[in-house]
C-alpha cells in the first residue's frame, strides 16, 4: 500500500468514528427528549437502533486492527489509529446506555406517573454537552478543547449523588412512587456513566495529538446503588 492510498485510508477511518460519533451524540439528544415527553415510540426506535451501532463500532475496530497489522504506522499515524480504536469503543457504549434508559421506558411504562427529575434533566444536558464537545474536540484535533471536558465529569458526578439523595428521600416519604424513583436512579447511573465515556473519549483525542497519556476512565462498571443509598 503506497503512503497515498495508506492517507486515503485514514481519511475514511477518522470520516467513520466522525458519522458514528454524530449518530451517537443524534441519539443522546433524542433519549432526552424521549424521556421528557414520554414518547415510547421515539424509545422504541432508539432502543432498535442498538444493533446498527454496534455493527458501525465492530467495522471500525476490524480497520483499525486492519492499518496496524498491514501498514505498521509510526508516530503519530499510530496515536491516530489506537486512539480511534480505542475510543470507538466509548462511542459505541454512549449508545448503550441510551438503550438501557429507553429499555426502562419501554418496559416500565408507569414512570411517566412522575415528572422527570430536574436533576436529571440537567445530566442529561451536561452529558450531552460533555459528549458533543469530546467529538468535535476529536474531529477538530483540539487537544485545549479535549482537556475542558473532565472538569466538567465531576458535574455530573455530583448530579448522580444528588438523585441518589433525592429520590431515596421520596421513597421514603411515599412507599407510591417505589417504582419509578428505581428507575430514576438507573437512568442517572447511565448518564453518569456516558460523562465518564465522554471523558474518554476527550482523553483519546489528547493522546492522538500530544503523545501524552491522561488518566483515562478504564473501569467503567455499574455503580452499586445500596452503596451511594449508604454514603
Given amino acids: 500500500m503506497t503512503r497515498k492510498v495508506f492517507d486515503r485510508e485514514l481519511e475514511i477511518l477518522h470520516r467513520d468514528i466522525t458519522m458514528l460519533g454524530a449518530r451517537v451524540e443524534t441519539i443522546l439528544v433524542d433519549t432526552a427528549a424521549a424521556l421528557q415527553t414520554n414518547n415510547r415510540e421515539m424509545a422504541q426506535r432508539i432502543y432498535s437502533e442498538d444493533p446498527e451501532i454496534n455493527a458501525s463500532r465492530n467495522q471500525i475496530e476490524q480497520m483499525c486492527v486492519n492499518l496496524i497489522a498491514l501498514q505498521q504506522p509510526l508516530a503519530r499515524d ?6 480511534t480504536l480505542k475510543m470507538v469503543t466509548d462511542v459505541e457504549r454512549v449508545a448503550d446506555q ?14 411517566n406517573q412522575m415528572k422527570v427529575p430536574q436533576t436529571i434533566v440537567t445530566m442529561f444536558e451536561k452529558a450531552t454537552e460533555m ?18 471536558i473532565r472538569p466538567k465529569d465531576d458535574v455530573v458526578d455530583s448530579l448522580f449523588s444528588k438523585t441518589i439523595i433525592e429520590m431515596s428521600k421520596l421513597i421514603q416519604a411515599d412507599q407510591a412512587f417505589v417504582s419509578q424513583a428505581t ?10 456513566r456516558i460523562a465518564d465515556h465522554a471523558t ?18 478504564t473501569n467503567i462498571v455499574d455503580r452499586d446503588l445500596t452503596n451511594e443509598l449508604e454514603n
Avoid at 499510530?78 to 486512539?83: D, F, G, S
Avoid at 441510551?98 to 414512570?111: G, K, S, V
Fill in 183 to 192: 428507575d430514576y436512579m438507573f437512568i442517572a447511573k447511565y448518564l453518569e
Fill in 78 to 83: 499510530l496515536r491516530a489509529i489506537t486512539a
Fill in 98 to 111: 441510551c438503550a438501557d434508559i429507553c429499555e426502562i421506558m419501554i418496559t416500565y411504562p408507569e414512570l
Fill in 131 to 148: 459528549f458533543a464537545e469530546a467529538i468535535d474536540s476529536f474531529i477538530r484535533q483540539d487537544a485545549d478543547l479535549a482537556a475542558t
Fill in 200 to 217: 474518554n473519549v476527550a482523553e483519546w483525542t489528547i493522546y492522538a495529538v500530544t503523545g501524552r497519556h491522561t488518566s483515562m476512565k
